[in-house]
């Protein structure tokens, strides 16, 4: 079985702009959550998408932004980029919700805000 | 909330030596407990987890972990450590339906 996908793998993005990034999960898996990762702050929980609705939320602000497909392919939008947001965006899907299945990760989308 | 804390943010083995890297977790009922294991620039990889039931969990790698629940800790081991066992480890709790990572731990391998 192919694994998470995630695209893109790396992105610049200048203050100010939007990026939209995609996850693929592994096919039959139901649920998808995003995570930030930064040296800072660590690993941090964004969202949970299942079956095409958010579930879960993690404290961010409403700059930070996703979705859920029928197929369950995700995005994530992250709006007026700010130097803070670079981080590495991470992806983990599981069957079904998070907190009752184990979540396998992508390898995430790394993105620089200039 | 639940939290997570491996207080060891980097250690240093000799390859061949063994390993245990600290994990305590909090939270008021019975935990999902995880390690995984991020090579650099990659993705998170499941090493093990713990739902219920034999407290002494087998993963990959050769690496194994114990839940004690009366010390609310889940460290992971390893008997002897390969120079491919250099990575960052996390530590994961599941509660109020989501997943919390602690900070992580730098593991280096020198010869």
């Known amino acids: 079985k192919a694994g998470v996908t995630q695209t893109p793998r790396y992105l610049i993005k200048t203050r100010g702009q939007q990026v939209t990034l995609s996850c693929s999960p592994i096919s039959g898996h139901r649920s998808v959550s995003w995570y930030q990762q930064t040296p800072g702050q660590g690993l941090q929980f964004l969202f949970e998408?299942?079956?095409?609705?958010?579930?879960n939320k993690g404290n961010f602000p409403g700059r930070f932004s996703g979705r859920q497909f029928s197929n369950s392919r995700s995005e994530m939008n992250v709006s007026t980029l700010e130097l803070g947001d670079s981080a590495l965006y991470l992806c983990a899907s599981s069957l079904g919700r998070q907190y009752q299945e184990t979540q396998y990760f992508g390898p995430g989308t790394r993105l620089l805000v200039l | 909330a639940q939290s997570v804390t491996q207080p060891d943010i980097h250690i240093t083995v000799s390859e061949g030596a063994s390993l245990e890297l600290r994990c305590n977790y909090s939270y008021g009922a019975t935990p999902y407990l995880f390690w995984y294991v991020q090579s650099p620039g990659q993705g998170l990889q499941l090493l093990l987890k713990?739902?219920?039931?034999?407290?002494l969990v087998q993963g990959i790698k050769g690496f194994e972990a114990e839940f004690k629940r009366s010390q609310s800790s889940f460290n992971l081991r390893k008997p002897s450590v390969h120079w491919s066992d250099a990575a960052e480890y996390f530590c994961a709790v599941v509660g109020n339906e989501k997943l919390t990572f602690g900070t992580g731990t730098r593991l280096t391998i020198i010869p």
């Open positions: 998408y299942f079956s095409e609705t958010q579930r």
């Open positions: 713990y739902f219920s039931g034999d407290t």
